[in-house]
């Protein structure tokens, strides 16, 4: 199964083995920050499924920066090692799925109580701690987890991209629906 993850991530990540983790001698799909961008895609497509955090302005701000954040990390204008690598990766899926996010979330409205943006927060901020950890000191078990957390992450994110495709036809079809007939010259 890892090699078949393998050859999908060579389309999409250089996979360093100097930028690689390899928890329990078993390498990663793909290098630290794409590690850190999968898996922090997949536990935000998550969290705003299940937390369904209120996009306003200031989380928008927020998540905004996030994105922008990358620009130093991604350029090396900032020395960096795997965990500042994994923790910048990150914050951009967080980012990323939380833009890809703000299109479905008016179809996503349900009247239950929610924990909070807190709670999202939180589980942000122990993802940044948590994944370089389990990547730097985890054995077998933590590279297959991980391995399947990137995988998950990937999913979601493509997921999300279609999804937003499809509203955006969508949308374009009311659109084009609308308008009035053309009449064609005599």
């Known amino acids: 199964m890892l ?3 393998y050859q999908l991530f060579a389309a ?6 100097g930028h690689t983790w390899a928890p329990g001698g078993i390498w990663l799909p793909c290098c ?4 850190g961008l999968y898996v922090g895609a997949g536990v935000a497509a998550l969290l705003h499924v299940w937390l369904r ?3 306003t302005n200031r989380f928008l ?3 905004g920066a996030f994105l922008m954040a990358m620009a130093p990390f991604g350029f090396h204008w900032v020395a960096q090692g795997p965990a500042l690598r994994t923790a910048s990766g990150a914050l951009f899926g967080f980012a990323v799925v939380t833009f890809l996010w703000l299109p479905l979330s008016s179809h996503f409205t349900f009247h239950v109580s929610r924990p909070g943006v807190w709670a999202y ?3 942000l ?3 940044l701690i948590l994944l370089p950890l389990a990547a730097s000191m985890g054995g077998t078990f933590a590279a297959y987890a991980l391995s399947a957390l ?3 992450g990937a999913a979601a994110l493509f997921a999300l991209v279609a999804a937003d495709v499809i509203l955006g036809l969508r949308g374009v079809l009311c659109w084009l629906r609308r308008l009035p007939p053309s009449r064609a010259p005599a």
């Open 121 to 123: 927060f939180l589980i």
């Open 125 to 127: 901020g122990g993802t």
């Open 12 to 17: 999409v990540c250089g996979q360093n083995p």
């Open 150 to 152: 990137v995988a998950w």
């Open 32 to 35: 630290q920050r794409c590690t």
């Open 3 to 5: 090699d078949v993850l």
């Open 61 to 63: 701000e927020i998540h």
């Open 53 to 55: 955090p209120r996009l």
